[in-house]
C-alpha cells in the first residue's frame, strides 16, 4: 500500500479545514447557485462576482523589490 508524504498528508488537512469553512465548492453547491440564477450566464457570473471579495478578501499588492 502506498504512503503518501507528509506534504500530502498537509496538503490534504489543508482542503479539508478550508471545506469546514466553506472555501470549497461542492458541485451540488453550484448547482443549487446555477438554478436560483435561472440558469443564466450573466446572473451567475455577478452572484459570484458580488460573493468573491466576501470570501476571499483581496490580497495586498506585492511589490517587487530590486
Do not use: S
Not at 450566464?41 to 476571499?56: D, N, Y
Request: aromatic share 10%.
Amino acid at each position: 500500500m502506498k504512503q503518501i508524504t507528509n506534504k500530502e498528508y498537509e496538503e490534504w488537512q489543508k482542503y479539508k479545514e478550508e471545506k469546514a469553512k466553506g472555501h470549497i465548492l461542492m458541485p451540488d453547491t453550484l448547482r443549487f447557485i446555477c438554478a436560483a440564477n435561472d440558469y443564466d450566464p450573466t446572473k451567475i457570473g455577478q452572484h459570484f462576482l458580488e460573493v468573491l471579495p466576501r470570501v476571499c478578501p483581496p490580497e495586498e499588492e506585492h511589490k517587487l523589490r530590486l
